[in-house]
């Protein structure tokens, strides 16, 4: 199913019909600042585990993002960190970032069997995805429809991303043509920030 939201004022109409998909276990393809994603409530260990399967991988191997509106939700998620590493984050989001903290005890209850010591936090610039963030109420997690960093392979076209994947997921948010360059991964769970992939946003260490 293909779900078509204005890329800057999404229609209050039709964000409600994607939150009832994700309120149901639903799977969804979304736009973000960067690349399409698949998306799911962050809570939903079924839906999570959807995922995996749809890009062939085991839930505590997977490169899952959390998406969240703000920075509110950090520390619900993340260990401590310094004041220096805030002010970073703080600068950087929302933007396409993905920034890398050491994960709190709350993290391995969204993945099943998993020990992750670590997690990313992306808070998108995108109309869409904060839309839905602040009516569904809670973070979404998310990863990149591709299993590589190839640029060449990745799905800008939505009616494309519907044509391959909309047999396994429950819609997929049409928000006009895709990145395909993403995001740029810092990581804050050491002494230091450390630039781990350059993408789309410009690097700030």
């Known amino acids: 199913m293909l779900i078509t939201l204005h890329p800057d004022n999404p229609q209050p109409r039709e964000l409600s019909r ?35 399967r749809i890009k062939g991988i085991k839930s505590e191997k997977a490169n899952f993002s959390l998406l969240c509106k703000d920075l509110k939700n950090l520390s619900e998620y993340t260990a401590h960190f310094e004041r220096n590493v805030y002010r970073l984050v703080n600068q950087s989001l929302p933007g396409p970032y993905t920034f890398i903290f050491k994960a709190n005890s ?61 047999h396994m997921v429950a819609a997929v948010i049409d928000g006009g043509l895709g990145g395909i360059v993403p995001s740029t991964v810092i990581d804050c769970s050491g002494d230091e920030p450390l630039l781990v992939r350059e993408g789309k946003g410009e690097v700030i260490l």
């Open 18 to 52: 994607v939150i009832e998909l994700l309120k149901q276990d639903g799977v969804i393809i979304i736009p973000t600042d960067t690349v399409y994603a698949f998306a799911c409530d962050a809570h939903n260990l079924k839906a999570i585990e959807q995922i995996c």
């Open 106 to 166: 709350n993290v391995p209850k969204i993945f099943k069997n998993s020990r992750k010591k670590e997690i990313g936090i992306r808070v998108p610039d995108n109309p869409i995805v904060q839309s839905l963030l602040e009516q569904f109420g809670h973070p979404l997690v998310a990863t990149s429809l591709h299993g590589t960093d190839s640029f060449e392979d990745y799905l800008i076209e939505p009616e494309e991303m519907e044509e391959k994947f909309g």
